[in-house]
Nanobody, 120 residues
Framework: QVQLVESGGGLVQAGGSLRLSCVASGIIRSIYRMGWFRQAPGKEREFVAAVSRNIGSTVYAESVKGRFTIFRDNPKNTVYLQMNSLKPEDTAVYYC?????????????WGQGTQVTVSS
């Protein structure tokens, strides 16, 4: 069992920055990777970024490459999403997720989400 709690969302002007945090609790040693997803109104949930817990390797969606950075602090059981050069199209509810699998892209646990709104 893993529980995830996100924080750090808010209102930002275009070009601004936010840092999202996700604190994990439970069976932390079982987590292989953690990721961030987002969902805008009327759209499907989409992948944003992911980081492996042990090695720290990362992968990003093309839409956020060069602007967003995902990183983890294992002693604090926390993963972050640093969001720079924000655009109005980044507006969405952002979700933290944890995966126990290595061979599939699926995620097993999800946080409640945090709202990010970027004004033009």
């Amino acid at each position: 069992q893993v529980q995830l709690v996100e924080s750090g969302g808010g209102l930002v002007q275009a070009g601004g920055s936010l840092r999202l945090s996700c604190v994990a609790s439970g069976i932390i040693r079982s987590i292989y990777r953690m990721g961030w997803f987002r969902q805008a109104p009327g759209k499907e949930r989409e992948f944003v970024a992911a980081v492996s817990r042990n090695i720290g390797s990362t992968v990003y969606a093309e839409s956020v490459k060069g602007r967003f950075t995902i990183f983890r602090d294992n002693p604090k059981n926390t993963v972050y999403l640093q969001m720079n050069s924000l655009k109005p199209e980044d507006t969405a509810v952002y979700y933290c997720a944890a995966s126990m699998a290595t061979a599939t892209p699926g995620y097993d646990y999800w946080g409640q989400g945090t709202q990010v709104t970027v004004s033009s």
